[in-house]
């Protein structure tokens, strides 16, 4: 009976450690892009901030991944991150696909630090608004990053840090 537990045991712990390697191989492949971040609006109480989010499967297998959480810092801290939502998606073999927009609210205190800096680039936002209806980044000279967090099949990911200005 010793035998039949240990090789069960054994054989457990095999296929445990090859479905792990298999999900981190995956969750390693996989690619979580934003796509076209943009400033939506602003208002009294801060900025929002809409990316689309598309991703990669360069796999052969189907993967499951959650909506991802995506978190804004600038200079390494912390500003603003999207709500965390339970929604999972199936993602099929060798495909992109794209995702749901994911908005962003950043309170203006997050930006105390740069509110000085905003207040004497009025005059030129002012300008580049009335010119071209919208508010970019490279007006505000805010400088952004961003991160994202998501399980890709059940396997909690987060990705390293990448600039948007």
Same mark, same amino acid.
């Given at each position: 009976?010793?035998?039949?537990? +240990?090789?069960? &045991? !054994? *054989? ?12 981190? /191989?995956? @969750?390693?492949?996989?690619?979580? /892009? +934003?796509?076209?971040? /943009? &400033?939506?609006?602003a208002d009294t109480n801060g900025?929002? !901030? /809409? +990316?689309?989010? #598309? ?5 052969? +297998? #189907? !993967?499951?991944?959650?909506? $991802? ?15 965390? %939502? ?5 993602i099929a073999p060798q495909t ?7 908005? !962003? @609210? ?9 509110? *000085? ?5 009025? $005059?030129?936002?002012?300008? @580049?608004?009335? %010119? ?8 505000? #000279?805010? $400088? ?8 890709i099949n059940n396997m909690y990911?987060?990705? $390293? ?5």
């Amino acid at each position: 009976m010793n035998k039949l537990l +240990t090789l069960g &045991i !054994i *054989g457990g712990l095999i296929y445990l450690s090859t479905r792990l390697v298999g999900l981190k /191989r995956i @969750s390693d492949n996989s690619v979580v /892009r +934003t796509l076209n971040p /943009r &400033i939506h609006k602003a208002d009294t109480n801060g900025l929002v !901030i /809409r +990316t689309d989010i #598309a991703l990669d499967n360069p796999t052969n +297998t #189907a !993967i499951f991944i959650t909506k $991802p959480v995506i978190t804004l810092s600038t200079g390494g801290k912390y500003l603003a991150s999207s709500v965390p %939502q339970t929604k999972t998606f199936t993602i099929a073999p060798q495909t992109q696909t794209s995702l749901e927009v994911a908005e !962003i @609210s950043i309170p203006w205190m997050s930006l105390t630090g740069y509110i *000085g800096s905003l207040i004497t680039k009025i $005059p030129s936002i002012l300008t @580049s608004y009335n %010119q071209s209806g919208k508010l970019d980044f490279k007006t505000l #000279a805010i $400088p952004l990053e961003y991160k994202y967090s998501t399980y890709i099949n059940n396997m909690y990911y987060e990705s $390293p840090v990448q600039k948007i200005v």
